[in-house]
């Protein structure tokens, strides 16, 4: 049996982006999923910020690895091709005690060098940002935030590992793990395959403290912080041009206005602890609590625009602080605790961890084959139409429109399923089918057929995200279906 050099436990955003910084290199790795697709834990679900870089107490990992990691977007969007763009932030206060706290973060800022930061005056938030209350008193403008579509980060950098020799397996929980008894590293049970490699990177996220104890490393002990979040019908796009953060408390940034990569409007999160990690409902608590906080920042907000939510659950260690390198078992490395902004510091955490792992003795030499970029996907609601024209002319599957709320066509969503889509989700992440005001009502069906046209997925075999979520049992013409057993 092969034995890899690398085995990544988890395909969130820290997994994928080590295993595709890893891929770049001579080094042979292997990426392990519990779930379907890449990003479908935590990665999936959050705000989609890129943080300005300002926000985090330098003196903790999370808030010193903020900027840095702010600053390896824009590379990074541009070799993979995935949605990026700095659209700014505004932090505001609505008294003197709340103006002390844009004192403190203008200095954090100042201090970590962000450019740009600049203090308005209420009357040029007023001109700059109507939408807003008249009760803001001052805000403080980071130029340097961005919104990222996450989903599509991890998909990039997953499906370019991969096109760099990265062996991915999903569906794939390890369950096991032995260590090697001639001490070259450790044997993996995941999905039913035995995958062995001579360093293991615990990034599994919520499960990162479960797998620890397999490898019999200690570590944090982590708990969910859930945080739901609430999107609003597009016709709100431009009610705020950029993102919008109240001053914040002390366990999270507060519940934020945010203008989507899309366009859509998102709302939230909220920020509640809990033990149950598989915790993924949105409440109506939550619900009332994110419009009353966000209806403080912009009263013109109603809880009746909402067209969609979720929740997703932040991993937090014991001392709320990420904890990223070697553990006390020698090859066993860890990235734990990854709460926001762990998708802002991301590329900067695989960066960390390839040097934990060359100093642990992993030998890394750049591949000069290895290919950095991407080609970009075909979007064409957002294409001139000199370009649609012209992708139409040489692909009528570009002609044909499945989702109609979003302008997706079929043949974005065959490109889609040829670049890894399995799922229901892992198309709507990557196309936006499904993301509009019907949610999926036109096209689901449509995503459906073209899954079992394309990916060899009997119709009823087709999922929304992971096993158990099917949509269908069978067909109506008679053909045989899922056997159904509750
Ligand atoms: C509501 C919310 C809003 C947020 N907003 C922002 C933001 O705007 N900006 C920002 O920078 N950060 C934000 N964050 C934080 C950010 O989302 C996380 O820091 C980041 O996604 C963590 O990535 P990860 O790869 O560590 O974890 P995950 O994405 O959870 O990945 C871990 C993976 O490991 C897999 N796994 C688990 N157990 C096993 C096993 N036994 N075998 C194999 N695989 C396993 C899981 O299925 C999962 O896919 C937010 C978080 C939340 C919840």
Excluded at 25 to 31: E, K
Excluded at 65 to 70: D, I, K, R
Excluded at 232 to 253: I, M, N
Aim: glycine share 10%; hydrophobic share 40%; proline share 6%.
């Amino acid at each position: 049996m092969e034995r890899h050099d690398v085995a990544v436990i988890g395909a969130g955003v820290v997994g994928a982006a080590l295993a595709r910084t890893l891929s770049l290199t001579r080094t042979s790795v292997v990426l392990i999923e519990a779930q379907s697709e890449a990003g479908f834990g935590t990665s999936k679900a959050n705000s989609g910020i890129i943080h300005a870089g300002h926000h985090g107490d330098p003196a903790t990992l999370k808030g010193a690895l903020e900027w840095p990691g702010n600053q390896a977007w824009d590379a990074l969007a541009a070799e993979l091709g995935f949605a990026f763009r700095r659209i700014g932030e505004l932090t505001v206060a609505f008294d003197d005690a709340e103006r002390a706290h844009l004192d403190l973060l203008e200095a954090r800022g100042r201090a970590k060098g962000v450019p740009g930061l600049e203090r308005w005056d209420a009357e040029r938030v007023r001109r700059e940002e109507p939408a807003l209350s008249h009760d803001v008193v001052e805000a403080l403008y980071a130029p340097t935030a961005g919104v990222v579509n996450p989903y599509e980060a991890c998909y990039t950098l997953v499906e370019n590992a991969v096109r760099n020799g990265v062996e991915a397996h999903f569906d794939a929980p390890v369950t096991a793990v032995e260590a090697l008894e001639d001490g070259g590293g450790f044997a993996l049970q995941a999905g039913g395959r035995r995958i062995e490699a001579r360093y293991v990177v615990n990034a599994a996220g919520l499960y990162g403290d479960a797998l620890n104890a397999l490898a019999g490393a200690s570590g944090p002990r982590l708990r969910a912080r859930k945080g739901e979040e609430y999107l609003l019908d597009k016709r709100l796009q431009g009610y705020v041009e950029r993102l919008v953060f109240p001053a914040p408390s002390a366990t999270s940034k507060g519940t934020l206005i945010i203008p989507t990569y899309d366009g859509t409007l998102m709302v939230g999160p909220t920020a509640h602890e809990t033990d149950d990690k598989e915790d993924l409902t949105t409440t109506a608590e939550g619900a009332a609590e994110v419009f009353e906080k966000v209806r403080r920042l912009a009263p013109g907000l109603q809880p009746s625009d909402t067209i969609a939510q979720f929740a997703g659950l932040r991993a937090v260690a014991e001392d709320d602080d990420f904890h990223v390198g070697a553990t006390d078992v020698p090859r066993w490395l860890q990235a734990l605790g990854i709460q926001s902004p762990g998708l802002t510091a991301a590329p900067v955490l695989a960066e960390r961890l390839v040097a934990a792992l060359a100093e642990q003795g992993l030998a890394l030499e750049p591949d000069p084959d290895a290919e950095p970029t991407l080609p970009p996907p075909v979007r064409f609601a957002t294409a001139e139409p000199v370009v649609q024209e012209a992708l139409v002319a040489r692909d009528p599957a570009y002609a044909t429109m499945v989702c109609r709320c979003e302008w997706v066509t079929e043949g974005e969503i065959r490109d889609a399923i040829a670049r890894g889509a399995r799922t229901l989700d892992g198309i709507k992440f990557r196309t936006r089918a499904g993301m509009g005001r019907c949610q999926g009502g036109f096209c689901r069906l449509r995503c459906m057929e073209l899954l079992e046209r394309d990916a060899g997925i009997a119709l009823p075999d087709v999922r929304k995200h992971n096993p158990g979520s099917w949509v269908a049992i069978a067909r109506v013409d008679g053909t045989p279906g899922r056997e159904v057993t509750s």
